[in-house]
């Protein structure tokens, strides 16, 4: 049975994006799981959901911002690949397919959450961060978390999809270009607009800034 282990702080993923990027899985290892996984080797499966289950995870929680969603929609972005593999495109990059069927499932389920009027992760408005807080301390990681996903979570659906795939899932910007399905200088536009309006929101949110 596939699971999900317990998953850092999506604004670590968020930093780590902002000051270097983590090497992602090469296309080669990629192709040739498919390719055993399509001839019979269903064992091959579980080297693509180890490999990919956190770069998955950090990009659902990203758009929904909630633990236990994030993680159901994982699970469900890997059923919904396992059952459509035999359809992958040799050829195709893996990550880049798998990263779009991530981003459509977790925009879906923030719709239907809406849908509900059921938005339990916002913290409040006037929830503000400490004066001079530690940027180390884990107390201080985790209101940075709440404070970035709150901002997010406050986001047009482009904008936020942008943001979540360049820092929560870490992509470059030819590897976001791909995703989005656009040229490399229009990703560049898009991530330029959706970092403005992130800037925007927050210094609305938090006027007083963030001091780490």
Not at 57 to 70: D, K, M, P, S, T
Not at 79 to 88: K, Q
Request: aromatic share 10%; net charge positive.
């Amino acid at each position: 049975m596939l699971s999900v282990t317990e998953k850092p702080i999506a604004a670590l993923a968020w930093s780590r994006g902002m000051t270097g990027k983590e090497t992602a899985p090469s296309d080669d290892r990629d192709q040739e799981a498919v390719a055993r996984f399509l001839a019979g080797d269903t064992a091959a499966f579980d080297e693509l959901y180890t490999r990919y289950a956190d770069y998955v995870y950090n990009i659902a929680y990203g758009v929904l911002n909630n633990r236990e969603a994030a993680e159901d929609v994982t699970q469900e972005v890997f059923v919904l690949v396992y059952r459509a593999l035999r359809r992958f495109r040799k050829g195709s990059r893996f990550s880049t397919w798998l990263y779009r069927i991530a981003v459509n499932r977790a925009l879906d389920e923030a719709r239907a959450v809406r849908r509900r009027r059921w938005v339990p992760f916002s913290p409040p408005l006037d929830q503000k961060p400490a004066a001079g807080a530690d940027p180390a301390s884990k107390d201080d990681q985790w209101a940075l978390s709440e404070v970035v996903s709150q901002v997010l979570s406050k986001l047009p659906e482009p904008h936020r999809r942008v943001l979540t795939l360049r820092h929560f899932a870490d992509l470059n910007v030819e590897e976001l270009a791909d995703v989005l399905g656009c040229s490399v200088a229009a990703a560049k536009v898009r991530l330029h607009r959706a970092r403005k309006k992130f800037r925007e929101v927050y210094e609305r949110l938090y006027p007083e800034g963030w001091d780490a």
